[in-house]
C-alpha cells in the first residue's frame, strides 16, 4: 500500500476533521432513534486513537502508536499512523527528517517500529518551553544506531550537516509564512522522488499559504495527496489542519499561486491552540454517562478494565463493551447524557469519569497527566460517595 492509498484508506469512526466543538466546546455524537449525547474525554484514554479507523493492512501498528499518545503533544495519532506507515515504506538509503520534534510524538512516531530506517530530528528547544530533557530520554529509550538527534537551528542544520536523499519530511518550526516558506526551500533539494511532504496547522492562512506558494513556484513537479482543515484547532482528527505532499521527482508546475485567505484562515490562531475553558459539571447535577470500553481481543485486560468501569467514583454509569468494529452501534445503544471511550485493555482509574466531567480541560487527549500531576487534580475533586 502507497502513501496515497494509505490516506484513501484512512478514516475515523464518530468525528470527522468537519466535525466541531458544540456550545460547550464538546463534540455531539449522534445516536439513531433518540437525542445526541455529548463526547466525554477521560483521562489516558486518547479519544483520537480510539475515533482513528486504520487501513487493515497498517493495525498491527496500532499498539506501539498508542504507546506514544501518553507523550504531550501537538498532533494526532492519524497523523502518526500516517508518519509510520511512510516510514517503514522508505526505499533503503532514504532518511525521515523532522523538524521541530518538541516532546517527541511525531519524531518517534517514525522511530518507533522503524529500527532499520534512517530518522533524524531537529530542534533548539526555542518554543513551547523546551521539553529538552524528557524528549531526549523517550529518545534514548527508543532509539536505535539509525536514528540521531541535533539540537541546533534548522537551517544551520542543512548547511553544515544534513547529506542524505528524504523520503518523509516534516517542518513543524515556526509556522510564519516566510520560515513556512524556507523550512520547504532548503530541504527541497534532499527531496526524493516519491518524497512524503508533511505540512501541519494549514488551518492558519500563513503555513497553508506559504505551502502553496512554495509548490506553485518550485521548478520540480508536486502531487497534493492531501488538503484536510478541521472545524476547530486541537481537533481529534488532523490536529489544527494537516497538508501531505509527494514530489514527484519531475520539474514542472502543479499549482498556481495561493489565493487571498478565506475569512475562517484568516481568522485562526497564531499561536499554539490551547483549548478554551469548557462547562464543567457538578456532582450536584449527575449526568448519566456510558462508558465504552473497546475491546481489540484482550479477554483478561477486558474483565480488568469492566471492574475498574463499574468502580467510578461517579454515581451514575453504564458500561458497554464493543469490538473495534462495533464502535457505530455501540453508541447508538447508549443511555448516557455523555458518553465516554476507553481502552479495554486500559483499567481506568477510579476517578476518570469524575475528572472528565468535572475538570475537562485537564484530560483533553493531547495532554498526558503524570501519577503526580493526577494525584493533585484527583485530591481537588469535590467529594463524591460511591455508587
Known amino acids: 500500500m502507497n502513501n496515497e492509498q494509505f490516506l484513501a484508506s484512512l478514516s475515523f469512526e464518530f468525528l470527522e476533521p468537519a466535525t466541531a466543538r458544540g456550545g460547550e466546546r464538546r463534540f455531539s455524537l449522534a445516536r439513531e432513534g433518540r437525542p445526541p449525547a455529548r463526547l466525554l474525554e477521560l483521562p489516558h484514554a486518547p479519544v483520537d486513537a480510539l475515533n482513528t479507523r486504520l487501513p487493515a493492512e497498517s493495525e498491527d501498528a496500532r499498539a506501539a502508536l498508542r504507546e506514544l499518545c501518553e507523550i504531550p503533544r501537538m498532533s494526532t495519532f492519524a497523523i502518526a499512523a500516517l508518519i509510520d506507515h511512510a516510514v517503514r ?58 536514528h540521531s538527534f541535533f539540537e541546533m537551528d534548522y537551517l544551520r542544520y542543512f548547511e553544515e550537516i544534513h547529506r542524505e536523499p528524504l523520503g518523509v519530511y516534516m517542518y513543524d518550526g515556526d509556522h510564519a509564512y516566510e520560515h513556512q516558506l524556507e523550512g520547504l526551500r532548503v530541504a527541497e533539494p534532499f527531496f526524493a522522488s516519491g518524497c512524503l511532504v508533511l505540512v501541519d496547522d494549514t488551518n492558519r492562512d500563513e503555513p497553508h499559504r506559504a505551502t502553496l506558494d512554495f509548490v506553485a513556484r518550485s521548478d520540480r513537479e508536486y502531487r497534493m495527496l492531501l488538503d484536510c482543515q478541521t472545524a476547530d484547532s486541537a481537533h481529534p482528527t488532523f490536529w489544527d489542519g494537516l497538508i501531505v505532499l509527494e514530489a514527484t521527482g519531475n520539474p514542472g508546475q502543479s499549482a498556481q499561486p495561493s489565493p487571498d485567505p478565506s475569512p475562517e484562515q484568516a ?24 462508558i465504552v470500553l473497546v475491546d481489540d481481543g484482550d479477554a483478561a485486560g477486558t474483565d480488568a478494565a469492566l471492574e475498574a468501569a463499574h468502580a467510578q467514583t461517579w454515581p451514575n454509569c453504564e458500561v458497554l463493551v464493543t469490538k473495534r468494529d462495533g464502535i457505530r452501534g455501540a453508541i447508538d445503544a447508549t443511555n448516557g447524557d455523555y458518553v465516554a471511550f476507553a481502552d479495554a485493555a486500559r483499567p481506568l482509574r477510579e476517578t476518570a469519569v ?28 469535590p467529594a463524591l460517595g460511591r455508587r
Not at 113 to 126: I, K, Q, T
Not at 128 to 139: C, D, V, W, Y
Open 354 to 381: 469524575h475528572m472528565g466531567l468535572a475538570l475537562p480541560n485537564h484530560v483533553q487527549f493531547f495532554r498526558s497527566l503524570g501519577d503526580a500531576r493526577y494525584r493533585e487534580r484527583e485530591d481537588s475533586l
Open 267 to 290: 481568522a485562526a490562531p497564531a499561536s499554539i491552540p490551547i483549548a478554551p475553558d469548557a462547562t464543567a459539571v457538578s456532582p450536584g447535577s449527575e449526568p448519566f454517562v456510558s
Open 89 to 146: 515504506g522508505m526505499p533503503k538509503g532514504h532518511a525521515f527528517l523532522n523538524v521541530g520534534v518538541w516532546a517527541g510524538f511525531t519524531f518517534l512516531a517514525g522511530v518507533r517500529r522503524n529500527p532499520e530506517r534512517r530518522c533524524l530530528g531537529v530542534d533548539d528547544f526555542s518554543g513551547f518551553g523546551g521539553p529538552r530533557e524528557s524528549f531526549r530520554a523517550r529518545f534514548e529509550k527508543l532509539r536505535s544506531d539509525q
